[in-house]
């Protein structure tokens, strides 16, 4: 069956660090996959989208990859400040009209 | 903002009430989702509209009722529902219409959190 996964565990780090958080696939062949941040009481925030013919694409802090091979996407924040704590939800593009399906997402945490 | 909103953003209901959600769009777009998000699980689409036509529906049950009057307003109608259905529900839109593009971007409102007693 077709599945998304996202680390379900929470991310703790440090202000200033760079947070890596992964978003592994199965059974898809997705031309595109998007990155969202939702916080606490709110709708997800579109950050990032990528191509499959793409490997990497960034965005000020932001950077994503996407390896089609490992079936992978990894994200990273670099220099991570507190106000970057959130869920992350990746989401892939599946079928016709837009049809997003989304992981489960990870929660990020950044100490100061 | 996004330039999404959703009405209410609580709701506390019986399983015998009906209540409705809202949802509008003020960015000009086509398309129009309802997504349901219980804890812990995925955002599982429920709805997809285009030029207010019903273009996808996720095997879900007849107590909630889409209704797309025009192409800035969704509602979900709800209807006997059960405690499990109890979720935050979201609206998102892009600009779909005649010819959805994988890379249009979804823009979400906040969400209504539905309890069932």
């Known amino acids: 069956s077709q599945k998304i996964e996202q680390n379900s565990e929470a991310l703790n780090i440090q202000e200033g660090k760079t947070a890596t958080l992964t978003c592994n696939y199965t059974n898809y062949s997705p031309a595109y996959l998007q990155w969202y941040r939702q916080d606490p009481g709110r709708g997800p925030v579109f950050l990032l989208l990528i191509r499959e013919n793409e490997k990497e694409k960034r965005k000020e802090r932001l950077k994503v990859t996407f390896d089609t091979t490992l079936k992978q996407s990894l994200f990273h924040i670099t220099a991570s400040q507190p106000a970057d704590s959130a869920t992350y939800l990746c989401?892939?593009?599946?079928?016709?009209?837009?049809?997003?399906?989304f992981g489960a997402g990870t929660r990020l945490a950044v100490h100061p | 903002e996004t330039g999404v909103t959703q009405t209410p953003r609580h709701l506390v209901m019986g399983m015998t009430n009906k209540k409705s959600l809202k949802c509008e769009q003020h960015?000009?777009?086509?398309?129009m989702y309802w997504y349901k998000q219980s804890a812990k699980k995925p955002l599982e689409l429920m709805f997809v509209y285009s030029l207010e036509e019903r273009v996808e529906n996720n095997s879900v049950p007849s107590r909630f009722s889409p209704e797309c009057p025009n192409s800035s307003h969704l509602f979900l109608h709800l209807h006997t529902l059960q405690p499990e259905d109890s979720a935050l529900y979201l609206c998102?839109?892009?600009?779909?219409?005649?010819?959805?593009?994988?890379?249009?971007?979804?823009?979400f409102g906040p969400g209504t959190r539905l309890t069932v007693l």
């Open positions: 998102a839109s892009s600009q779909g219409g005649g010819g959805f593009r994988d890379t249009d971007t979804q823009y």
């Open positions: 960015l000009g777009h086509n398309a």
């Open positions: 989401a892939l593009t599946s079928g016709g009209y837009n049809k997003l399906i």
